[in-house]
């Protein structure tokens, strides 16, 4: 199938458009943006200069990438948005630049939905096979990793980190890291234990789930210090390549962790 643009539309001069490329009515590409093969923009899509994409990303109506940052310090600057291939951008999704006080891209991965109305703020980064249901947003340098599914109408404050294959629950408020692995949800989040049944969806040993379980009681609901705790962890799982993931992340985390929900006050 040829490239195939629909007369409304309006492209820059200097956009780079691949093949097998399908571009609906009245979008706008800008000069400088890059759309990998196969790709299709429906009616009314916007993609803004300093945007690159991969191959078979599917942007759908009104959604709007690579606008300028939400930040009062930015001047301008070039900095950019760049999208991996085959992820599935739903209607009125905003994806803005980086900025120049932060890596200066806005990053997202591949295979990748990301669902009505979601945000994505400046200079955030998205792994692989992420899923953002409707109306949640990321504000500004979030970490996202891989396989992790952010429930509708939440919100991950700045800078936080949120590990692979976590799961973050609907109408939850994220201000601190979430682990990878684990279960959060609540209006002050709160952790609630390893993320069974999505470990179960991707496949993880029985073995795998068991230690995560173990480490998670010992980390979380112990009343050890997290030093303490984080040691005997290690002593007692070794050579679990999922824990030590897991006590990776949580030895690296400069904005606190997502506390047990019990510590909250939710129960678990």
């Given at each position: 199938?040829?490239?195939?643009?629909?007369?409304?539309?309006?492209?820059?001069?200097?956009?780079?458009?691949?093949?097998?490329?399908?571009?609906g009515?009245?979008?706008?590409?800008?000069?400088?943006?890059?759309?990998?093969?196969r790709?299709?923009?429906?009616?009314?899509?916007?993609?803004?200069?300093?945007?690159?994409?991969?191959?078979?990303?599917?942007?759908?109506?009104?959604?709007?990438?690579?606008?300028?940052?939400?930040?009062?310090?930015f001047?301008?600057?070039?900095?950019?948005?760049?999208?991996?291939?085959?992820?599935?951008?739903?209607?009125?999704?905003?994806?803005?630049?980086?900025?120049a006080?932060?890596?200066?891209?806005?990053?997202?991965?591949?295979?990748?939905?990301?669902?009505?109305?979601?945000?994505?703020?400046?200079?955030?980064?998205?792994?692989?096979?992420?899923?953002?249901?409707?109306a949640?947003?990321?504000?500004?340098?979030?970490?996202?990793?891989?396989?992790?599914?952010?429930?509708?109408?939440?919100?991950?404050q700045?800078?936080?980190?949120v590990?692979?294959?976590?799961?973050?629950?609907?109408?939850?408020?994220?201000?601190?890291d979430?682990?990878?692995?684990?279960?959060?949800?609540?209006?002050?989040?709160?952790?609630?234990?390893?993320?069974?049944?999505?470990?179960?969806?991707?496949?993880?040993?029985?073995?795998?789930?068991?230690?995560?379980?173990?480490?998670?009681?010992?980390?979380?609901?112990?009343?050890?210090?997290?030093?303490?705790?984080?040691?005997?962890?290690?002593?007692?799982?070794?050579?679990?390549?999922?824990?030590?993931?897991?006590?990776?992340?949580?030895?690296?985390?400069?904005?606190?962790?997502?506390?047990?929900?019990?510590?909250?006050?939710?129960?678990?």
């Open positions: 199938m040829a490239t195939d643009i629909h007369p409304t539309a309006i492209i820059g001069p200097k956009a780079l458009i691949g093949q097998d490329v399908v571009i009515p009245y979008c706008v590409v800008e000069d400088g943006v890059e759309i990998g093969d790709s299709r923009l429906e009616a009314f899509s916007q993609v803004k200069r300093f945007t690159s994409m991969g191959p078979g990303n599917h942007i759908h109506s009104y959604a709007c990438i690579g606008d300028e940052p939400q930040h009062l310090a001047k301008g600057e070039e900095t950019r948005v760049v999208i991996g291939q085959a992820n599935d951008i739903r209607e009125y999704v905003t994806i803005h630049r980086g900025t006080g932060g890596p200066g891209r806005t990053v997202v991965g591949s295979h990748c939905m990301l669902m009505a109305y979601v945000h994505i703020a400046h200079d955030c980064r998205l792994g692989d096979h992420v899923i953002m249901a409707n949640s947003s990321l504000a500004g340098h979030v970490e996202i990793g891989d396989h992790v599914v952010v429930n509708g109408m939440s919100g991950v700045q800078y936080t980190r590990g692979d294959y976590a799961f973050l629950g609907g109408m939850s408020g994220f201000a601190q979430v682990p990878p692995y684990m279960l959060a949800y609540g209006i002050r989040a709160g952790l609630y234990g390893p993320n069974l049944i999505g470990l179960k969806r991707h496949g993880f040993s029985a073995q795998a789930v068991q230690a995560l379980k173990k480490a998670y009681k010992i980390i979380f609901r112990s009343g050890l210090q997290r030093d303490e705790a984080l040691a005997r962890a290690a002593a007692e799982l070794p050579g679990v390549a999922e824990v030590e993931r897991l006590l990776e992340f949580l030895r690296t985390a400069q904005r606190g962790v997502t506390p047990d929900a019990n510590k909250n006050g939710n129960g678990a």
